[in-house]
């Protein structure tokens, strides 16, 4: 993989990251604002769901995050681009989709059916 295409990679990266962070900084105010507004007990319920749901959201952003940390650290590293599992060459095309991509395409589908020996978190294509 050449400089230029590392610096694309780089900056889509960073610019996940900084869209992850966003999201995370946006879900704790949203919490903190509900708690004044709680009143009564259903208010306090739906609450208390929305907290839920959103601690949810933001764990499965903070997952996210590592993985694209992660793919930032193998840039530095020249690592970037090769299958965490077979080390073959990640597909450009699956790398554009999914910057933070850790497995080509064949093994993600190991992984996904949980049949991978090195059992890393599965990576989602959003």
């Given at each position: 993989m050449n400089t230029k295409q590392l610096a694309r990679y780089r900056s889509l990266l960073e610019e996940k990251r900084?869209?992850?962070?966003?999201?995370?900084?946006?879900?704790?105010?949203?919490?903190?604002?509900?708690?004044?507004?709680?009143?009564?007990?259903?208010d306090y319920a739906v609450s208390s769901y929305?907290?839920?749901?959103?601690?949810?959201?933001?764990?499965?952003?903070?997952?996210?995050?590592?993985?694209?940390?992660?793919?930032?650290?193998?840039?530095?590293?020249?690592?970037y681009g090769a299958c965490n599992e077979c080390g073959e060459e990640i597909e450009p095309k699956r790398l554009q989709a999914v910057p933070w991509a850790a497995f080509?395409?064949?093994?993600?589908?190991?992984?996904?059916?949980?049949?991978?020996?090195?059992q890393t978190s599965s990576e989602e294509e959003e």
């Open positions: 900084d869209e992850l962070l966003e999201g995370f900084e946006a879900a704790r105010s949203r919490t903190s604002d509900s708690d004044e507004e709680d009143k009564d007990y259903i929305t907290k839920e749901f959103l601690f949810s959201l933001s764990d499965l952003e903070r997952q996210q995050l590592i993985r694209v940390e992660d793919a930032l650290k193998s840039i530095d590293a020249g690592t080509c395409l064949s093994c993600q589908e190991l992984a996904d059916r949980g049949l991978l020996r090195t």
